[in-house]
Nanobody, 125 residues
């Protein structure tokens, strides 16, 4: 398993941008698919985006398509989520998660082996 640490959360006005980062420690980072999930108060955790470890393919939930961009740097064991045009409904705790050997096909959090502690994103005027 990897150890994951998120950073970059904060408070921003609607229409603003934030860049989340996830630093991974442990071996075999390139073999993991990396996902970003979020959980708003009183709501279930949902996957926002994922980037495959096999070929770097990217996946986005419909509610963030065109606004969020996921990327990874295997040399630095990091994953980033660039969030733009943020909306109040994007307010949540954002988690990065890793699935060994995954291809991002699963949006089910139970399929992800490693989790970070989460970082709060608040979008408010």
């Amino acid at each position: 398993q990897l150890q994951l640490v998120e950073s970059g959360g904060g408070s921003v006005q609607p229409g603003g941008s934030l860049r989340l980062s996830c630093a991974a420690s442990g071996s075999g980072f390139q073999y993991y698919s990396e996902g970003w999930f979020r959980q708003a108060p009183g709501k279930a955790r949902e996957r926002v985006s994922c980037i495959s470890g096999t070929d770097g393919s990217t996946y986005y939930a419909d509610f963030v398509k065109g606004r969020f961009t996921i990327s990874r740097d295997n040399a630095k064991n990091t994953v980033h989520l660039q969030m733009s045009s943020l909306k109040p409904e994007d307010t949540a705790v954002y988690f990065c998660a890793a699935e060994y050997g995954g291809t991002c096909w699963s949006t089910d959090e139970s399929d992800y082996d490693s989790w970070g502690q989460g970082t709060q994103v608040t979008v408010t005027s």
